[in-house]
């Protein structure tokens, strides 16, 4: 990768790392709009204005666009969510992978 590239990258992530920045493009992955409070509620325990900041935040990116209708991802938006796709798979295997790891006596707990 190019030091260009991982500039981009980067600054994808620290846009992403961002507390519930990834659970507000998640909640809107359906493609339907949400008013500010449903968003809240999809979202759950964000106070107003850290959804504020998020939203703010993910429109100055183009990932998240507001019409009459509520808050939506763009096209943007959506390509990215169909991209992290594969990430809800590997959680699941990796969770599995989790849970019947043994732990070995004497061992610290993960």
Known sequence: MTSKEN???????ALLEARYALRVLWALRDGHAQTFRLLQD???SITPNTLNTRIKELREAGLVHHNSEG???????QDLLKRLADLQ???GKWQQGQVKKPVAAGAPAP
Request: hydrophobic share 55%; net charge neutral; aromatic share 10%.
């Open 7 to 13: 500039a981009a990258v980067s600054q994808l992530l």
């Open 42 to 44: 999809s979202v759950g």
């Open 71 to 77: 808050y939506g991802l763009t096209l943007s938006g």
């Open 89 to 91: 798979a590997f959680a």
